[in-house]
C-alpha cells in the first residue's frame, strides 16, 4: 500500500465519486474551495491505494510545514477491514518532514441519529 498525492483530475473524481456521498452537504464545501486552495499551494489532496485500487482520501489544509485533515475517508467496500488505521501510519510516514499535523475527531455520541453514528 502506498500514498500519493492526486492530480486534479483526481481529486474531481473523488469529489464526485466518493466525497458527496460520504459527507452531508452541509460539511462538504464546494470543488472550486477545493481546487483554488490547491493552486495556490495551501490544499493537498492524497490517497492511499492497494494493488493500484484507490482504498481511502485524505485532504488537508497547509500552511508552510503545519498540516490539517480537512477530510478523510475509506471508500465503502473497504471500510472496516483497517484501512483507516493503515492509511493513518502511512501519513505518519507521508508527512515525516512537516512540523504539526491537527486531526479533529467529532464525538460519535452527539451524531444526530443512529445512522449518522456508524457511517
Given at each position: ?30 470543488l472550486n474551495r477545493i481546487l483554488e486552495p490547491l493552486q495556490d ?22 500552511l508552510n510545514k503545519d498540516y490539517l485533515l480537512d477530510y478523510f ?47
Amino acid at each position: 500500500m502506498k500514498i500519493r498525492r492526486l492530480e486534479t483530475e483526481e481529486i474531481v473524481s473523488v469529489y464526485h465519486e466518493y466525497m458527496e456521498r460520504d459527507f452531508h452537504t452541509d460539511e462538504l464545501r464546494p470543488l472550486n474551495r477545493i481546487l483554488e486552495p490547491l493552486q495556490d499551494g495551501i490544499y493537498e489532496c492524497t490517497a492511499m491505494f492497494d494493488d493500484g485500487i484507490l482504498t481511502g482520501y485524505a485532504f488537508f489544509v497547509k500552511l508552510n510545514k503545519d498540516y490539517l485533515l480537512d477530510y478523510f475517508a475509506i471508500v465503502p467496500d473497504k471500510r472496516n477491514q483497517g484501512y483507516g488505521s493503515k492509511y493513518l501510519a502511512l501519513i505518519e510516514e507521508y508527512l515525516k518532514d512537516s512540523d504539526s499535523l491537527l486531526i479533529e475527531v467529532e464525538n460519535p455520541l452527539y451524531a444526530a441519529d443512529e445512522q449518522s453514528r456508524v457511517t
